[in-house]
């Protein structure tokens, strides 16, 4: 009975391991779809200024969403050591008026880009399903992280190899 139990872990790990690598292997690069959209002060933002320039934490969320309100707070007090780590954010508020995101973000005072996705073109285009996301892109254009919650591990990855 022993031995048989050995050869069943044995054969599992096994599984495990080239199962894993397979996936580990057709893990694909996804460059960050280009867009332009309008920020609350009226003027146009193209992402493509950004690309190639330094690495991007995208947001996307609503006015509505409890989650997405703590999160803009919790992106606020993280943007000035954010700038410092090279890197900056755009947050996208998906599908609702301007007046909407204006008038929500009057009081909020967030120091970061708030862009409105008023027909959610920019937000299907990234595969945005449920708000919080956050999406995380490298310099060169690249979606590295895509989630419901701040991409930490990723994050400071990209800036321990950004600072060397």
Not at 110 to 115: Q, S
Not at 129 to 144: A, F
Not at 155 to 161: A, P, T
Request: aromatic share 14%; with cysteine; hydrophobic share 40%.
């Amino acid at each position: 009975m022993k031995m048989y139990t050995k050869l069943l872990l044995v054969c599992v790990v096994g599984i495990f391991l080239s199962v894993s690598s397979v996936f580990a292997q057709e893990k694909k690069t996804v460059s960050a779809p280009d867009f332009e959209l309008q920020d609350t002060h009226q003027d146009m933002v193209k992402f493509s200024d950004y690309k190639g320039e330094k690495p991007m934490i995208l947001f996307f969320w609503t006015t509505w969403c409890p989650y997405c309100q703590k999160q803009l707070t919790v992106l606020r007090d993280m943007y000035a050591g954010i700038k410092k780590d090279g890197f900056d954010a755009l947050a996208i508020d998906v599908g609702e008026s301007a007046d909407t995101v204006i008038n929500f973000t009057k009081t909020r005072f967030l120091p970061y880009r708030v862009l409105m996705d008023k027909d959610t073109s920019v937000s299907r285009s990234y595969e945005v399903v449920g708000v919080p996301t956050y999406i995380l892109v490298d310099k060169k254009g690249d979606i590295v992280f895509q989630d419901n919650f701040f991409p930490q591990a990723e994050y400071k990855e990209i800036v321990e190899k950004e600072n060397g």
